[in-house]
T-cell receptor, first 112, second 114 residues
């Protein structure tokens, strides 16, 4: 089974600063998809960004971007101009078939 | 509102009991996925149904079962409940039988077993 590792249980960032959350995964597949989900205190899981492994270009969604290193099996999330509303648990997820396999999450604290 | 509806939002029950969690997928979505989220295990995939048929199975206990009905809503049945089954149970849906475009999640059912 593919494993997804988020090595930072907690991160902190000041408002307006930039933070990078790390994610590594283990797979023997060549075609797959990677995701970052956000879970705020409301508990709702929200899709932040998606990356297709066969695409070289890193995905971006407004203030959110990824650094996808396929050879290193690394998929980090960069949040620019951090806002108080970005405070949440962030989960990295991998998919090569039917279901998403999630990491254990990183709790992001945003300080004023 | 994500379009995925889960009921009830909260459930408190005693050990040994049986409960049913319900999920209505987003309009047009054919796949339903069930996940269990606990503090120590994170988000664990339980089972997927696609258009009424079981498509994939994850770490689902034998005490748990699920089904998807012709109107595409799904139910997760948990029986002989134990304290360790206390968790947040999520349902998610997708348009196709794969998760290549990710899921839309419901807001979850918080199950507390006492």
């Amino acid at each position: 089974a593919q494993t997804v590792t988020q090595s930072q249980p907690e991160m902190s960032v000041q408002e307006a600063e930039t933070v990078t959350l790390s994610c590594t995964y283990d797979t023997s597949e060549s075609d797959y998809y990677l995701f970052w989900y956000k879970q705020p205190p409301s508990r709702q899981m929200i899709l932040v960004i998606r990356q297709e492994a066969y695409k070289q270009q890193n995905a971006t969604e407004n203030r959110f971007s990824v650094n996808f290193q396929k050879a290193a099996k690394s998929f980090s999330l960069k949040i620019s101009d951090s806002q108080l509303g970005d405070a949440a648990m962030y989960f990295c997820a991998y998919n090569s078939g039917y279901a998403l396999n999630f990491g254990k999450g990183t709790s992001l604290l945003v300080t004023p | 509102d994500s379009g995925v509806t889960q009921t009830p939002k909260h459930l408190i029950t005693a050990t040994g009991q049986r409960v049913t969690l319900r999920c209505s997928p987003r309009s047009g979505d054919l796949s339903v996925y069930w996940y269990q989220q606990s503090l120590d295990q994170g988000l664990q995939f339980l089972i997927q149904y696609y258009n009424g048929e079981e498509r994939a199975k994850g770490n689902i206990l034998e005490r748990f079962s699920a089904q998807q009905f012709p109107d595409l809503h799904s139910e997760l049945n948990l029986s002989s409940l134990e304290l360790g089954d206390s968790a947040l149970y999520f349902c998610a849906s997708s348009a196709t039988g794969t998760a290549n475009y990710g899921y839309t999640f419901g807001s979850g059912t918080r199950l507390t077993v006492v």
